[in-house]
């Protein structure tokens, strides 16, 4: 059995550790209220961009429809983007957003698919490295910075050049949906060929340059735009994780705390009374 002294050092430890997870929290807190705003400020401008392409591709038919839009017609060649965070502490969140991409490549190599990997964040690239590593094509970390068009446009302009060059057939973004403080999905989003919102219908407009103009122009920007807000609100969800991880580190530590000081003030009182035992016998037997 630990001794008292052993059991103070000990709480004396898990009181530092809390104070760390505390502090955790605090600037979890406080830097989620920005990665959340940001994220809802780009989800419009998203969301629309969307919409225009929708009721542009509606149109669009036949050989002139840019290949972005409609594919080159094969299904051979993946490339499987996964974006995590470049730090831990944050419960599961990366490890989901991992999961559901391995669980993707799994089943793609299992169907004889030739699969290529982009990972954007450390944790992903960390997690996936020892199964997947020979696929990986390029390496991208997220940074202190909130996500910015700066930061994706690199990444946007090598997963077209890969697809314009002829290496991939379909990309598929992983990341992590945020749904609310308590709530992150991993979500799979499918950027080559463009996924155009089913049910719309084209508006009666007539464009000037054509439709084929302006989605060869639009239609990159849209990988980038939808790689920033995948950014985003892997951000956003990254701090609602970590804020949830650190809160319940911070509630286990005081739990632990009072297990131990009971546990001490137990062990205290017995040496007291083996004391005063030995004691009371000894002068008992003068």
């Given amino acids: 059995m630990a001794t008292v002294k052993e059991m103070r050092t000990r709480i004396g430890s898990v009181r530092s550790t809390q104070k760390i997870t505390k502090a955790l929290q605090m600037v979890a807190a406080a830097k989620l209220r920005r990665a959340q705003s940001a994220a809802e400020a780009a989800k419009p401008y998203a969301m629309r961009m969307s919409a225009v392409i929708a009721n542009l591709a509606a149109g669009m038919t036949g050989p002139d429809a840019p290949l972005l839009l409609t594919g080159n017609g094969k299904d051979q060649r993946h490339l499987i983007v996964v974006a995590t965070a470049d730090r831990g502490l944050a419960g599961g969140f990366n490890s989901g957003i991992v999961r559901a991409a391995r669980d993707r490549i799994?089943?793609?190599?299992?169907?004889?698919k030739d699969v290529k990997i982009i990972v954007i964040g450390r944790k992903g690239r960390d997690q996936l490295r020892r199964l997947y590593g020979s696929r990986f094509v390029e390496i991208f970390e997220v940074g202190q910075k909130a996500p910015s068009l700066t930061l994706v446009r690199p990444?946007?302009?090598?997963?077209?050049?890969?697809?314009?060059?002829?290496?991939?057939?379909?990309?598929?973004?992983?990341?992590?949906?945020f749904k609310?403080?308590?709530?992150?999905?991993p979500t799979a989003l499918q950027l080559i060929p463009a996924s155009v919102e089913a049910g719309r219908s084209a508006a009666f407009y007539e464009y000037e340059p054509d439709e084929a103009?302006?989605?060869?122009?639009?239609?990159?920007?849209?990988?980038?735009?939808?790689l920033l807000t995948a950014l985003l609100e892997n951000q956003a969800g990254f701090f609602a994780a970590q804020m949830t991880a650190m809160d319940n580190a911070t509630r286990n530590a005081g739990d632990l705390i009072n297990a131990l000081t009971i546990q001490m003030n137990r062990t205290r009182q017995a040496k007291i009374t083996t004391e005063l035992i030995e004691i009371i016998s000894g002068a008992s037997a003068l």
């Fill in 106 to 112: 799994a089943s793609l190599l299992a169907a004889g």
């Fill in 155 to 177: 990444i946007a302009r090598r997963i077209i050049d890969l697809y314009n060059a002829g290496e991939t057939d379909v990309v598929t973004l992983f990341s992590s949906r």
């Fill in 180 to 185: 609310s403080v308590v709530t992150q999905t």
């Fill in 213 to 226: 103009t302006i989605l060869e122009q639009l239609l990159p920007q849209n990988v980038a735009v939808q």
